[in-house]
């Protein structure tokens, strides 16, 4: 044990700056989604599901107040304005929350004057709507301070503040919740005032190396480039979002928690494609710069057929996830999980088609492909929810995640045809491999009140991977030298 604990002290110590960055960066996400998906079995069981739902709602929402509010500034163009402007750096920052600040001042206005017709559109009291722009303005800020701390390489604070962000919320959280009332309310106040306190704490840390909250060109600068992005990240979060926001509307609060919790243990392999991601892309760039177009085709495809292995695991065991996270009075949730889940597949594929798009600088496409998906998924939202219910929804998201699949799919063979003369990807393997998947999952949605079928299928996973074993560490030691 401690020759494997020197021999990894040895390992990072040779890293880079960079990629020790990477790795700590990495890791610092994940303890936020951990420990946030750690604490939903705590959640659920503290609040009824009307409640859960009602939180839910809000949380969507927010996620849109994010770009609709503050246009996404931490996100898009923030390390754009760092090479632009080397000389004053901390007066860029500073004056992004300025920014920040000002937008979030300018829309509480609006919703103070309209607060009837928010209210009723949004379908929460107004109280939430303001303290949901105190929430965004605070968690952009902290945002804002993230991309700072990353883009100087300064990791170590970044994961010191991920831990304290990602304990704080449900330290103060749960005990509130417990004592309180409105529990809703409550939830939200608590993790309110933890954004709050870490926006003051390190957001004033920057201002006290500069004051400069105002700057027209650096204000013009940031407007200009994040404004043409807004509807590409709207859509983005409306096909994450408008779902349970509509399940809400159309249906219940308590429906929308159900709902959510499916959608909580569905996308959990997220978490992983999300990372995989990351740590393909600089390996891609460098494959596609050297014209060495072989690997990428099959490499894209045993990292999808990985994936479809374990979204399949991921159906076999939906009960059992679901019964870790939430009490009985969610258990129906579990039928939408493996359509949820099956999901996550066309998300990594749609995302390995778009990193092609992105090398060859054709970023037009990812915004018609990702407005497309969005319109589509409300559209479908509005028509089927009102008739067949809130599990509708599961169906929903997996065909736009499809048609954006399907999108990015047909533009970067496209795109690579036009550039290299090739088509990169093998489209046979990939769509038999997906439509497999669906098929699949669809099926396991209606076998759980059969243990024995489920099971039985579970066992026959737990071989395919046994027997595979060697391939699979292979192929994982493959995507970890990615980096080298």
């Known amino acids: 044990m401690a020759s494997i604990i020197n021999k990894l002290k040895d390992k990072y110590a040779g890293l880079s700056q960079v990629r020790r960055a990477a790795l700590w960066i990495t890791l610092s996400g994940f303890i936020l989604r951990g420990i946030s998906f750690i604490t939903v079995p ?41 090479v632009r402007y080397p000389y004053d750096r901390e007066g860029y920052t500073t004056s992004v929350m300025g920014l920040i600040c000002t937008m979030g001042a300018a829309w509480a206005v609006i919703a103070v004057l309209f607060h009837d017709q928010a209210s009723a559109f949004m379908g929460m009291p107004d109280s939430y709507i303001l303290l949901m722009l105190v929430e965004v303005v605070a968690s952009e800020i902290y945002d804002v301070w993230a991309c700072r701390a990353r883009y100087d390489f300064e990791y170590k604070k970044v994961v010191a503040a991920a831990v304290v962000l990602a304990v704080g919320v449900p330290a103060l959280g749960i005990p509130v919740v417990v004592i309180a009332q409105d529990k809703v309310l409550a939830r939200i106040v608590s993790s309110i005032l933890i954004y709050l306190a870490m926006a003051i704490a390190l957001g004033g840390a920057i201002l006290r190396r500069s004051k400069r909250l105002f700057c027209w060109n650096y204000w013009k600068f940031t407007l200009t480039f994040n404004i043409p992005l807004l509807p590409h990240y709207l859509s983005e979060v409306l096909l994450n979002s408008s779902d349970r926001i509509m399940i809400g509307q159309f249906c219940s609060a308590s429906e929308a928690g159900i709902y959510s919790i499916a959608y909580s243990a569905g996308m959990l392999m997220a978490i992983l494609t999300g990372s995989l991601n990351n740590t393909v892309i600089p390996w891609l760039y460098r494959k596609l710069d050297s014209k060495d177009y072989s690997p990428v085709n099959r490499t894209g495809l045993e990292i999808l057929g990985f994936l479809a292995v374990a979204i399949l695991l991921m159906d076999a065991l939906a009960p059992d996830v679901v019964a870790i996270l939430a009490p009985a009075k969610y258990g129906e949730a579990m039928e939408l999980v493996p359509v949820i889940a099956a999901s996550v597949f066309f998300i ?111 066992i026959a996973i737990v071989v395919l991977l046994a027997a595979k074993k060697g391939v699979i560490l292979a192929k994982i030691k493959e995507v970890r030298t990615f980096r080298t």
């Open 42 to 82: 705590i959640f659920t069981r503290l609040l009824t599901t009307d409640e859960y739902g009602s939180f839910s709602v809000y949380q969507s929402w927010e996620s849109i107040f994010v770009y609709v509010v503050t246009l996404g500034v931490a996100y898009g163009g923030f390390n754009n304005g760092m």
């Open 348 to 458: 990594y594929l749609y995302s390995y088609c778009s990193n092609i798009e992105f090398f060859y600088e054709e970023t037009k496409i990812a915004t018609v492909a990702s407005i497309v998906a969005a319109a589509l998924n409300v559209v479908l939202n509005a028509i089927f929810i009102p008739i067949f219910g809130y599990r509708v929804a599961g169906y929903t998201t997996l065909v736009c995640y499809i048609a954006l699949a399907i999108n990015h799919y047909y533009f970067a063979q496209r795109i690579a045809k036009e550039k290299t003369g090739l088509r990169i990807l093998n489209g046979k393997a990939i769509w038999i491999m997906a439509i497999f998947l669906t098929i699949a999952s669809i099926v396991f949605s209606g076998i759980y009140a059969y243990p024995i079928a489920r099971y039985t299928a579970l």
